[in-house]
């Protein structure tokens, strides 16, 4: 659990120093998510021991998500103000977003059942 949880973790750390270093206009977990892909792409391909563990801290880390909220919460609570005051532009970022990720993952769907074979 300790080593998978490091390898996620320095990932986490490339990604955020990736960020940093360059001065990239991408966040560092993105970044950090990408090396993740990378990561499992590798243990899927050579298998190496240290990155065949990834799976116990992830599994941990899915079940007990619902506490990863609390900070996000107390965030929003704590600045209402701005809330209040950026509503308008905050609900049609919101409603934005969303359609978006729907029309993209019914496209994504569509090319990879397409690719597949599927009708």
């Known amino acids: 659990m300790i080593g ?6 320095g990932c ?6 990736t960020a940093r270093g360059l001065g990239l206009p991408v966040p560092g977990p993105v970044i950090g998510m990408a090396a993740m892909v ?3 792409w590798l243990r899927d391909r050579f298998s190496p021991p240290v990155l065949a563990g ?3 801290a992830g599994r941990f880390l ?3 998500l619902s ?8 965030g929003v609570v704590g600045n209402l103000d701005v809330l209040a005051a950026e509503w308008l ?3 049609a970022a919101l409603v934005l977003s969303t359609v978006v990720t729907l ?8 090319v990879v059942a397409r690719a597949i074979g599927q009708p």
């Not at 998978?4 to 973790?9: C, E, G, K, N």
């Not at 986490?12 to 120093?17: A, I, S």
């Not at 506490?67 to 107390?74: C, H, I, Y």
């Open 89 to 91: 532009a905050l609900a």
């Open 67 to 74: 506490l990863l909220f609390v900070p996000a919460g107390v």
């Open 12 to 17: 986490q750390l490339l990604g955020e120093v």
């Open 38 to 40: 990378a990561v499992l």
């Open 103 to 110: 029309v993209v993952s019914v496209v994504t769907f569509r």
């Open 4 to 9: 998978s949880l490091a390898v996620i973790l």
């Open 54 to 56: 990834v799976e116990p």
């Open 62 to 64: 899915l079940a007990h």
